[in-house]
């Protein structure tokens, strides 16, 4: 059984102050990694992806991958208010299982 | 539009009856995929496409549930005789390649089975 696990949270952070989002996985042969930011009543959007180990950088989003401990983790740099969503960590083995396999996400608070 | 499109946003039925929910991709994505989440749960899973096959049909919960994709585009899922525990928000997604597993959704179906 594949899994992926998240803190539900709520994770509150007053506006200007880093978040973090961890997420660990199961599945050692996992090669992709995604993240998603869904505002409640939305649909997920993708917001970050990354395949190697280290940090990857896209504005105030940096992405964290450590296969060796099978965690991927997400830092957004500046909170603001409009980062208030669930942020969903999705998992996938390229060239074996096709399906992405979701975490049930971490709902984010920033508070002015 | 340029995104994932869904019909109908909303739908409201009786129990025992069948719907369908009609998943229009991004132009040129050949891979498709049809998720459910209910009221704060996760994803989960029902079924993808690639192309017009469907390789993994393991995630659909019943026998009630079918799905179909013509001409490498539209897909639809079908629901026969609806259940009340299928009521939940059906998102579909697609994406350039099986491979890649980037994923666009569109903004769901939310059906309420009465």
């Known amino acids: 059984q594949k899994e992926v696990e998240q803190n539900s949270g709520p994770l509150s952070v007053p506006e200007g102050a880093i978040a973090s989002l961890n997420c660990t996985y199961s599945?050692?042969?996992?090669?992709?990694f995604f993240w998603y930011r869904q505002y409640s009543g939305k649909s997920p959007e993708l917001i970050m992806f990354?395949?190697?180990?280290g940090d990857k950088e896209d504005g105030r989003f940096t992405a964290q991958l450590n296969k060796a401990s099978q965690y991927v983790s997400l830092l957004i740099r500046d909170s603001q208010p409009s980062d208030s969503a669930t942020y969903l960590c999705?998992?996938?083995?390229?060239?074996?299982?096709?399906?992405?396999?979701f975490g049930r996400g971490t709902s984010l608070i920033v508070h002015p | 539009g340029a995104g994932v499109s869904q019909s109908p946003s909303n739908k409201v039925t009786e129990k025992g009856k069948d719907v369908e929910l009609r998943c229009d991709p991004i132009?040129?994505?050949?891979?498709l995929y049809w998720y459910r989440q209910s009221l704060g749960q996760g994803l989960e899973f029902l079924i993808y496409?690639?192309?017009?096959?469907?390789?993994?049909k393991s995630g659909l919960p019943s026998d009630r549930f079918s799905a179909e994709r013509t001409g490498g585009s539209v897909s639809t899922l079908t629901i026969q005789r609806t259940q009340q525990e299928d009521s939940a928000v059906y998102l579909c997604?697609?994406?350039?390649?099986?491979?890649?597993?980037?994923?666009?959704f569109g903004e769901g179906s939310r059906l309420t089975v009465l």
């Open positions: 599945d050692r042969g996992s090669q992709s």
């Open positions: 999705a998992v996938k083995n390229r060239g074996g299982s096709y399906i992405p396999t």
């Open positions: 990354i395949y190697s180990n």
């Open positions: 132009s040129g994505h050949t891979a």
């Open positions: 997604a697609s994406g350039f390649s099986l491979e890649t597993g980037e994923l666009f």
């Open positions: 496409f690639q192309g017009n096959s469907a390789p993994d």
